[in-house]
């Protein structure tokens, strides 16, 4: 049972340039989140989605797009990365709102 | 927006010691987790709850809902305990996605 699977793990960008972190789940979850982790700061909420066909914006969304292509796949995408978005980026899923998350391993981007 | 506030953001214990890790928040919540990042960076889920006491072998997570606080205890603790340890609570009535602390980096040293 794989849970949450990220990819990539490692990404170097320059400035300006675009790319998708792609995200699936198998336990058949219906809500599905994107988080940045920034040092000495809490996950932050970029986007999620609470079911099949919908996504909402959460905390930090500017710069981002997400797709939720089907109840097991959530991609982020990068228009035209910024160093400011030099980040850890994590998938979760959970079975509901208010149910326990499941967190994909990470992407460690660097954008210079 | 709901403040979580973590304490203490660093601790280094000897092993066997009982570690106290305490979380608060600022606004009233429907539910309250605490997770695990290890050194390698995964994160994993050790509890959810929204009243009285969770326990999960050495792991024991209290919540205060009055007084808006939480607390989570690791007994006879050990090296592979060394983690950081988040706390992240869902506001009652706010939208979907968590409010997270900063976390507490804890070192049990052999």
């Known amino acids: 049972n794989a849970g949450v699977t990220q990819t990539p793990k490692f990404q170097v960008l320059k400035t300006g340039q675009s790319m998708t972190l792609q995200c699936a789940q198998d336990m058949n979850h219906n809500s599905m989140y994107w988080y940045r982790q920034d040092p000495g700061m809490g996950l932050r909420l970029i986007y999620y989605?609470?079911?099949?066909?919908?996504?909402d914006k959460g905390e930090v969304p500017n710069g981002y797009n997400v797709s939720r292509l089907n109840k097991r796949e959530f991609s982020l995408r990068l228009e035209s990365a910024a160093p400011s978005q030099t980040s850890v980026y994590f998938c979760?899923?959970?079975?509901?709102?208010?149910?326990?998350?499941?967190f994909g391993n990470g992407t460690r981007l660097t954008v210079t | 927006k709901n403040e979580v506030e973590q304490s203490p953001q660093n601790l280094t214990a000897q092993e066997g010691e009982f570690i106290t890790i305490n979380c608060s928040y600022s606004v009233g919540i429907s539910a309250l987790h605490w997770l695990q990042q290890h050194p390698g960076g995964g994160i994993v889920s050790l509890f959810m709850l929204s009243s009285g006491k969770k326990k999960h072998g050495r792991l024991i997570a209290t919540i205060n809902i009055q007084e808006k606080h939480s607390s989570l205890h690791i007994t006879a603790s050990h090296p592979r305990d060394s983690a950081v340890y988040i706390c992240a609570v869902r506001s009652r009535g706010g939208a979907d996605g968590l409010t997270f602390g900063k976390g507490t980096h804890l070192i049990i040293q052999p």
């Open positions: 979760a899923s959970s079975e509901a709102g208010n149910s326990p998350l499941h």
């Open positions: 989605s609470a079911s099949e066909g919908t996504t």
